[in-house]
């Protein structure tokens, strides 16, 4: 089977690095011609279906599946009771526990909604209806719905998430000026266009694996590991992603128990979580609380910050959504204290969402210094301004570069700030109220080694081959434009081929690591190509160029000559059919060199090589402001954002184009977590019970206002080799704070728990 | 999906016929019954499709009034010149409920037979206890996450709220349903729980509605219908109200008025204590504002539902200042 068909664009408008060039993979999308994880026509393929507990907390006493075993076309039914034979497989980090067993369908209920059986037919249909045969016999014990729950303690400190300096609290009661608030956001959910679920095929013991993934290296491991078969004998493929926004980085459970039921039945299966199972399959963003106080002077100096943070984890792992995360960076403050505990509640373990740790953060901190503002009755931005800091005050570093300052000045600007009336309920149109906030935001320039191949070919088409992923974000865009870039050819000249555990490997599409990373990689490679064929060009004695005396060759207009024209002029085809050459193949990473095989695997399938913001010199980080104009209508509490202004300091931008839709995605995510996106769960059984599109609501086309993206960046060489910092996950942070500032300018009515629906308002 | 077998009705008569047998279940647009055969709440073991059917897709509109076929489909209706001009809030309830891509296929009977969004409703593996669905078995509702349940309406068997739009200003303008046989106003046609909140409508096993008949009024004419939601679109109504006014000659006596509520009752909610209140009297923002908050007599909260209460009198209220001119 051909995997990736080559890939044209459309479009080359402007196709080097930094272009607006549209998008690569575009009008296979929109035609219908990418095919997703689900659509791979495999042939004789069986259907799994999960079945989930409707318990909280307890043990499978017993599953009764009789019946759902003589239903029509059932081939088989999963249990606790089976044993699947695999392993823990490694974690982010690439530990692995000796020997432990893995059991994708537990015994143990640690939460409603939990998969703990998985029937197989030969349609779809025949297993949902076998599924709801199955009679599961529990023992059922207490459970803690939330954090909010009384039995739910304080839970437990995380210390490496303990940060301070100065003294805090001394500060604090010394200040003239404090303010105090609690700072909470809900259960969030990815919500991603296209649903988890995966086709799985075995061929001896070698897997095919065709599953969204946002890091196909990493994901194969697990399978590997899981069913204890080499990593090369693991293919997982994943060309296309409709959207993962965190929740598509880890191989889950559905996918070893889609595999092990293809391995036993010795036929291909296809997994698809239901929408109401990606509620519960995999986490959300988890619940957070945090209380903040801040002291200042009487203009405004801030003296002391303390934070303290609390989010939910599951009962059976630690992840902590690190309300502290933003606090400590934004602002200059030389007392601080931060704290952060998670609080073990029966749910699943909560994921990544985008902006994880900095989003709900930044709701804290950017909520607080408006609260500030207001108090002292002084303007948000110039409040913002005079407390700018000049450097990591948390690391004691150096920023390598920091923009904010030109991000609030510039947006302020652009949305007109110095308009604003401050005095809460003081702007109105009819019977509405208008109010304007402000929210900052910042994400870390997180580092990761890549490796990327560039094959020239003998037609002149250039090969990018990565097992890098594109989920909408724009991988084959600007890899395109960067090997475009370096050899002197339009766009439609080369062709990109990602998404492959097979291909090159490359960093997480996470934590906005990835287009810093593989541009690094794919740069290098192209620049070392280029220069084996300038070394060809210029030595071999069947080239054209041979004798022009240039000791270099330019790349230009799609063709390659002496610096100064001596000489004739080739295209890239001509070339390679002079020097009677079919392809040209050249693999580089951007790993330090001398990295020994193992170290290459463990840098491309774990978190192992991830460099944090401030592990350098410098503390690098992607920053932003968004500014927020809504209108509410104060008899129905309802708010609806009437425009946004945001802008970014992201670096360099490899496509301005691309980078503003990722931006505007983010914000889009921001009004739906500021106004509408709360996860239900019912106390009396810790059951989601909105886990459907219906209910767990978020923003539609006429939720989003017009929204302007400004870039204020510069180049930061020390955060990528090309220059850009992150830009995925920063679009989100910071929207919600400056939604409900612009509520509290408007009504002057605080809400610090989101959603800010509209009983809350009325 | 349990399987079924499918019957393709080719008159109203057969379809009746057919919708007689024990577990059949009439299949129009399908929005409805597709989603809660999903869900597991609608096991039909035979599936009747009506769409075939002649002549019931007809929008007509005359002095007299609209009469609207039941297979016509709520976006035909809602951009329909005649009830755009004649039935504004009509229109308008349509164009503000589910999303383009529903209206295109979901058909005006079937909206009418739209079930609760009550989760609990929605969630039988989880929530085996629902009276609605299986009577006698419980109300999960009660005591759960209850923000979008009725406070009107309501008894001790269940709570959910009817969820649709289009009823609720059918009620208002004494709109008509057309069961072959028999007719019925929207009103009676559907019931309260009471004790038996399984039983929604007078639909009898075997009827099928047919058109819906509306008749022609100046309050029909000078109409509207508000409805408020978290999301700008594509929402189920936190509080919504369908309002029809007519003036006395003096343009500020109330001659004749409907209100009716949608998503805080049981069923399309008539406020005629409203209407009484505010006939006769001229119209102005306070007597609009006392006589509004009359909408919510007999209400009971359920807890997180408590803010309809304070909210959906202040939506009739608006509702009725913009038919009179008063904002």
Same mark, same amino acid.
């Not at chain 1, 439609?492 to 090159?504: N, Y």
């Not at chain 2, 100046?218 to 309002?243: G, H, I």
């Given at each position: ?310 989010? &939910? ?99 302020? &600007? ?168 079919? &392809? ?174 509209? &009983?809350?308002?009325? | ?41 609608? =096991? ?78 929605? =969630? ?73 909140? +399984?039983?929604?409508?007078?639909? +009898? ?15 029909? %004419? ?44 049981? %069923? ?6 409203? =209407? ?20 919510? =007599? ?30």
């Amino acid at each position: 089977m051909t995997i990736m068909e080559p890939r044209k664009h459309g479009d080359a408008s402007d196709g080097t690095v930094g272009g607006r060039q549209t998008r690569f993979e575009g009008n296979l999308k929109v035609t219908g011609g990418a095919t997703y994880a689900l659509e791979y026509p495999v042939e004789g393929l069986a259907y799994a279906i999960l079945v989930q507990s409707t318990i909280p907390a307890g043990r499978v006493v017993s599953v009764d599946a009789e019946k759902a075993l003589a239903a029509p076309g059932v081939l088989m039914v999963l249990t606790p009771d089976d044993d699947m034979g695999l392993l823990v497989a490694s974690d982010w980090g690439g530990n692995r526990p000796e020997n432990q067993p893995y059991y994708p369908l537990p015994r143990q209920v640690q939460y409603n909604g939990q998969s703990i059986a998985a029937v197989v037919a030969e349609s779809r249909e025949q297993a949902v209806e076998a599924a709801r045969l199955i009679c599961i016999t529990y023992e059922q014990t207490p459970h803690v719905a939330s954090f909010n729950d009384t039995a739910a303690g304080e839970g437990k400190v995380m210390d490496n998430l303990t940060s301070g300096w100065g003294d805090a609290e001394a500060a604090l009661a010394d200040a003239p000026v404090q303010i105090e608030g609690e700072y909470s956001t809900p259960r969030e959910y990815h919500v991603a266009m296209e649903p988890h679920g995966l086709t799985v095929k075995w061929d001896g013991d070698q897997i095919t694996v065709w599953e969204p993934s946002q890091w196909s290296h990493g994901m194969a491991r697990s399978y590997s590991e899981w069913f204890g078969i080499p990593y090369e004998n693991v293919r997982l493929i994943s060309p296309f992603i409709g959207g993962g926004f965190g929740s598509k980085g880890a191989a889950l459970a559905h996918g070893a128990v889609a595999a092990f039921a293809s391995r036993k039945l010795g036929r291909p299966v296809k997994l698809a979580l239901t929408r109401p199972q990606n509620f519960t399959n995999y986490g959300g963003r988890a619940a957070t609380r945090q209380r903040i106080k801040i002291g200042a002077t009487e203009d405004g100096i801030l003296q002391a910050i303390v934070h303290r943070g609390a989010s &939910e984890t599951s009962t059976y792992a630690d992840w902590p959504e690190q309300t502290g995360a933003a606090t400590p960076i934004l602002y200059k403050v030389e007392n601080f204290s931060s704290q952060h505990r998670v609080v073990p509640v029966n749910a699943v373990t909560p994921g990544a969402l985008r902006g994880p740790g900095k989003n709900p953060s930044a709701f804290g901190i950017e909520s607080a210094m408006e609260e500030l503002a207001y108090k002292l009755g002084m303007d948000p931005l110039e409040l913002r301004l005079k407390n700018y800091a000049d450097h990591d005050y948390q690391s004691g570093k150096p920023w390598s570069t920091r923009r904010l300052r030109e991000a609030l000045t510039e947006g302020a &600007e652009a949305f007109g700030w110095s308009k604003r009336s401050h005095e809460p309920r003081s702007m109105r149109d009819g019977n509405q109220l208008i109010g304007w906030g402000i929210g900052c935001g910042t994400f870390p320039v997180i580092q990761a080694p890549s490796e990327a191949m560039i094959r020239i070919l003998g037609n002149g088409r250039v090969e990018v081959v990565s097992g890098a992923i594109d989920m909408g974000q724009g991988t084959y865009t600007i890899l395109a434009q960067t090997a475009a870039e370096v050899f002197g050819i339009p766009v439609d000249q080369v062709e990109v081929h990602l998404g492959d555990s097979r291909l090159p490997g490359a960093a997480i599409a996470g934590g906005s690591m990835l287009a810093g990373s593989i541009l690094g990689a794919v740069h290098k490679a192209a620049t070392a190509a280029r220069d084996e064929l300038i070394g060809l060009a210029l030595n071999d004695e069947k080239s054209p160029l041979r004798d022009t005396g240039a000791n270099t060759l330019t790349f230009s207009g799609g063709r390659i000559a002496a610096p100064r024209d001596q000489g004739p002029s080739l295209t890239l085809s001509e070339l390679m059919a002079a020097l009677g050459r079919d &392809e040209i193949e050249i693999l580089r990473n951007t790993l330090p060199e001398g990295a020994t095989a193992q170290e290459q695997h463990q840098a491309w399938t774990s978190m192992a090589k991830v460099q944090g913001p401030t592990m350098g010199e410098y503390s690098m980080h992607s920053w932003c402001a968004h500014f927020a104009e809504v209108r509410v209508d104060e008899d129905f509490g309802t708010v609806r954002v009437s425009r946004i202004v945001s802008a970014f300091d992201c670096g360099r931008l490899y496509n301005p184009r691309l980078v503003e839709s990722q931006w505007r995605g983010g914000i889009i995510m921001g009004i739906g977590q500021a106004l509408l996106e709360e996860g239900l769960v019912d106390q009396r059984n810790g059951r989601t019970v909105n886990g459907n599109m219906g209910d767990y609501l978020v923003p539609t086309n006429a939720d989003v206002p017009h929204i302007e993206v400004i870039s204020v960046g510069v180049p930061d060489y020390g955060a990528s080799a090309l220059g850009g910092k992150g830009v995925g996950e920063v679009g989100i942070v910071g929207v919600a704070p400056a939604i409900a500032n612009a509520v509290f300018h408007a009504t002057g009515k605080r809400v610090r728990d989101l959603p800010i629906t509209l &009983e809350k308002l009325i | 999906m349990r399987d079924f077998s499918y019957y393709r009705a080719s008159s109203a008569d057969e379809a009746r016929h057919a919708a007689l047998q024990s577990g059949a279940m009439l299949l129009a647009g399908g929005t409805t019954l597709l989603d809660l055969a999903k869900c597991g709440v609608m =096991e039909p073991e035979t599936v009747v499709d009506i769409t075939h059917l002649p002549g019931l897709g007809r929008i007509t509109v005359d002095a007299g009034g609209a009469t609207i076929g039941a297979l016509a489909k709520m976006g035909e209706v809602a951009d329909h010149a005649g009830i755009r001009a004649a039935f504004p809030a009509v229109s308008e309830s349509l164009s503000l409920a589910a999303s383009a891509q529903l209206r295109n296929m979901a058909t005006i009977g079937g909206n009418l037979l739209q079930r609760t969004r009550c989760s609990y409703f929605r =969630e039988p593996d989880v929530f085996p206890a629902c009276h609605k669905r299986n009577p006698g078995s419980g109300c999960s509702a009660l005591g759960g996450v209850t923000r979008n349940h009725a406070v009107l309406g309501t008894s001790d068997t269940c709570i959910a709220s009817y969820p649709g739009d289009l009823a609720v200003a059918l009620v208002a303008f004494d709109a008509v349903v057309e069961l072959g046989g028999r007719t019925i106003s929207v009103d009676d046609f559907f019931l309260t729980p009471g004790n038996t909140p +399984e039983r929604e409508t007078v639909l +009898e096993r075997g009827e099928m509605i047919t058109a819906i008949t509306v008749p022609a009024s100046a309050a029909a %004419k000078n109409s509207t219908y508000l409805k408020v939601r978290d999301r700008q679109s594509y929402e189920f109504a936190a509080a919504s109200a369908a309002v029809g006014l007519e003036f006395e000659a003096d343009g500020r006596t109330v001659r004749d008025i409907r209100v009716a509520l949608g998503g805080v009752a049981t %069923k399309p909610w008539r406020a005629r204590n409203v =209407e009484q209140a505010l006939t006769g009297k001229v119209l102005s923002p306070e007597t609009v504002e006392v006589a509004s908050r009359l909408a919510m =007599e007999g209400a009971v909260s359920h807890g997180a539902n408590h803010y309809k209460i304070e909210l959906a009198p202040r939506v009739v209220a608006r509702a009725i200042l913009k038919v009179g001119g008063l904002v």
